[in-house]
């Protein structure tokens, strides 16, 4: 019996990256059917369908679920909606990949990891930096996590968000992915422009984590250019990944940079690591929706479950709510509480 894939969302971000990562994964996965795409808008997932190839639209989730009986789902919507809509979806048992944050605070996580606990359902959340192929390359080059310094920074241009941090919490995850380790702590601190806005802000932290690594992250959402980059500091060696961050940017389509004694050892484009210059490839996403089918298909649990983004959810409300610092208890608690702020 063939694979049945449904996805729910066919606005411009799903468009972008997540239609073309599942029909390039149809196309090489034999047995593999795009079942169904689900959207309000009546035209908009009309030509959804038609563009990657899904064999029905619908505009009623229920009815999707019911009627196709997918083997997995993916649920890209607004940030808002998506606790709501996750938890709905897994209350019915269908295995469920759902774009990031899963959750906009803790509380919200919480319902998702419990209702996920209660059917045991398998699911994973799309955090495409875990799936980056600069980042994971740096990461097992890298080597001891406890021996490491990070710098990760994050600027983009113009962007008066009245929330950042559900883009910012692509950089607060991806931190403790390259690290290898939970967070132990994080100093906040805030350059706020109130004449752009009362919630803008450029963000810098200071981290520590269990394993001993630490730590440095700026997030800049209104200065000059749209960059991404991890710097990775250890005995006698430095790693420089460049992420292409948003279509277009400067270090487009990624690099890897390795130097050692003075030199620059080692040097790999993102395309070489991807195995191709397509965004929805450089930026891991198809990697993320590949790993997830897969796991659902061999029976195996997904690694990047609701539990593995605890900390980065409770980050970013830190964040939002404008903390000056953070303590973790433990990642099997989703709670934190901060240090003076």
């Known amino acids: 019996m063939a694979?049945?894939?449904?996805?729910?969302?066919?606005?411009?971000?799903?468009?972008?990256?997540?239609?073309?990562?599942?029909?390039?994964?149809?196309?090489?996965?034999?047995?593999?059917?795009?079942?169904?795409?689900?959207?309000?808008?009546?035209?908009?997932?009309?030509?959804?369908?038609?563009?990657?190839?899904?064999?029905?639209?619908?505009?009623n989730l229920d009815t999707m679920l019911?009627?196709?009986?997918?083997?997995?789902?993916?649920?890209?919507?607004?940030?808002?909606?998506?606790?709501?809509?996750?938890?709905?979806?897994?209350?019915?048992?269908?295995?469920?990949?759902?774009?990031?944050?899963?959750?906009v605070n803790i509380r919200e996580l919480r319902s998702l990891i419990r209702t996920a606990d209660v059917r045991q359902v398998p699911h994973q959340v799309a955090f495409n930096r875990r799936y980056h192929p600069v980042l994971r390359a740096l990461k097992k080059q890298a080597g001891s996590p406890g021996e490491l310094h990070i710098r990760y920074t994050m600027t983009r241009v113009k962007r008066l968000d009245a929330d950042f941090s559900h883009t910012a919490i692509h950089a607060l995850d991806a931190m403790r992915f390259l690290a290898g380790s939970d967070y132990a702590r994080a100093a906040i601190g805030y350059r706020h422009f109130p004449e752009l806005g009362p919630t803008v802000a450029n963000v810098f932290l200071d981290c520590a984590f269990v394993s001993g690594a630490t730590a440095q992250l700026t997030i800049c959402p209104v200065t000059g250019t749209s960059v991404e980059r991890a710097e990775v500091y250890a005995l006698d060696n430095f790693w420089c990944g460049e992420l292409e961050a948003v279509p277009g940017a400067p270090e487009m389509p990624g690099a890897l940079r390795h130097f050692k004694d003075g030199k620059c050892s080692a040097e790999f484009s993102g395309a070489a690591l991807a195995g191709g210059t397509e965004y929805f490839l450089t930026n891991g996403f198809y990697a993320e929706n590949e790993a997830f089918f897969d796991a659902v298909r061999n029976g195996t649990r997904p690694v990047d479950d609701l539990r593995s983004c605890v900390q980065a959810v409770a980050l970013a409300q830190a964040l939002r709510e404008r903390r000056s610092a953070v303590r973790f208890r433990s990642i099997h608690r989703p709670a934190c509480r901060e240090l003076g702020g």
């Not at 795409?37 to 959804?48: G, I």
């Not at 196709?68 to 990949?97: M, N, Q, W, Y």
Request: glycine residues 8%; aromatic residues 8%.
């Open 3 to 59: 694979f049945k894939i449904a996805i729910i969302g066919c606005g411009n971000m799903s468009a972008y990256v997540h239609g073309p990562a599942l029909a390039r994964y149809a196309l090489t996965h034999p047995g593999t059917e795009l079942a169904a795409c689900c959207d309000l808008d009546e035209k908009r997932v009309a030509a959804y369908r038609e563009r990657f190839g899904f064999l029905r639209h619908f505009t």
């Open 66 to 103: 019911e009627t196709v009986r997918p083997d997995a789902v993916s649920l890209v919507v607004r940030e808002h909606d998506t606790a709501k809509l996750g938890c709905h979806i897994l209350k019915k048992s269908f295995p469920l990949i759902l774009e990031k944050p899963p959750g």
